[in-house]
């Protein structure tokens, strides 16, 4: 069965180059929202076990996003995906609950290794 994952990104464009580094052949559905309410929303549907999500969104941004899913205790698993790779940035992600942090735009070779590390792959 193909694993649901759910890419948050307020530009098509970022959210396109983002699926485009996913690993060839990963057995995966694909859902994407333009902004972090349409993130959870897609998400209480059942459309991302993985998010991959931005951090800098109109209505609700990336930390938003963390934020609520840690207030309810969903069990979702999230790279944040940013262009702003302050270190102040990325800690606040992994404090909210961000399991990885990637780079604007994604490189495969840095996903794979993500992903293979946490059992993805």
Request: net charge negative.
């Amino acid at each position: 069965m193909a694993l649901p994952v759910l890419v948050v990104d307020d530009s098509s464009m970022s959210r396109k180059l983002t699926i485009r580094a996913f690993p060839e052949g990963w057995d995966v559905d694909i859902t994407q929202a333009a902004n972090g309410r349409e993130a959870l929303e897609r998400f209480e549907q059942g459309r991302g076990h993985v998010m991959f999500l931005d951090l800098t969104m109109p209505d609700m941004d990336g930390f938003g996003v963390l934020s609520e899913i840690r207030r309810r205790g969903l069990d979702c698993f999230v790279i944040v995906v940013s262009a702003d790779i302050q270190p102040k940035a990325e800690e606040r992600s992994r404090d909210l609950g961000a399991m990885a942090f990637l780079r604007k735009p994604v490189q495969a070779a840095e996903l794979r290794a993500v992903l293979t590390e946490y059992g993805f792959l």
